[in-house]
């Protein structure tokens, strides 16, 4: 192995170790974090449950925005400041409503939420449906039977049957 496709392959391996080393801080820059690493750990547990409402279904701890920068400040202050998790998840959504929470509460003004993929599942299975039935007629093709049949037309398909049962037997 030569020694330039050496150096090429020890550079293609620290920069892979260095991306991958980089991936889990997401957008959070070094003069965002607090020094004390229990609290920066707490910070980043918060905000991962926080959407960014300029990226919309992305954590502010993924975001790169500029909002989503401001929301991990005020985080770390309200953190730095004494607040619970909670607290200041509670902050947060006093601020910016429950649309801020990736994983919105389960309440009156959230069942649309909640409960809307199902409600059209079920309204597009019902459109299906519908369909279905309006292109055979509104009755299953299997169930459909022909009316019946005028004295004339039975004695012309007894005669019919009667001449195929005849012709039948003599070969």
């Known amino acids: 192995m030569s020694m330039n496709r050496l150096r090429t392959l020890a550079a293609a391996a620290a920069l892979s170790v260095t991306v991958?080393?980089?991936?889990?801080?997401?957008a959070v820059l070094p003069d965002e974090m607090l020094d004390d690493p229990k609290l920066e750990e707490?910070?980043?547990?918060?905000?991962?449950n926080l959407r960014c409402v300029v990226c919309?279904?992305?954590?502010?701890?993924?975001s790169n925005a500029e909002l989503a920068r401001d929301m991990r400040l005020?985080?770390?202050?309200?953190?730095?400041?004494?607040?619970t998790n909670e607290e200041v998840l509670q902050f947060m959504v006093d601020r910016y409503g429950d649309y801020?929470?990736?994983e919105p509460p389960f309440k009156a003004s959230t069942y649309a939420l909640w409960f809307g993929p199902a409600i059209f599942l079920l309204l597009a299975a019902g459109a299906g449906y519908a369909y279905y039935r309006s292109r055979t007629g509104g009755v299953p093709a299997e169930?459909?039977?022909?009316?019946?049949?005028?004295?004339e037309e039975?004695?012309?398909?007894?005669?019919?049957?009667?001449?195929?049962?005849?012709?039948?037997?003599?070969?």
Request: hydrophobic share 45%; net charge positive.
């Open 56 to 62: 919309q279904n992305e954590s502010i701890d993924a």
């Open 100 to 102: 801020v929470l990736l």
């Open 20 to 26: 991958a080393v980089a991936l889990p801080a997401g």
């Open 143 to 151: 169930t459909v039977r022909p009316a019946g049949l005028s004295a």
């Open 74 to 83: 005020i985080v770390r202050d309200r953190i730095a400041a004494g607040d």
């Open 42 to 48: 707490r910070a980043r547990e918060v905000s991962r």
């Open 154 to 171: 039975r004695a012309r398909l007894d005669a019919l049957l009667r001449d195929d049962t005849d012709t039948s037997s003599k070969s």
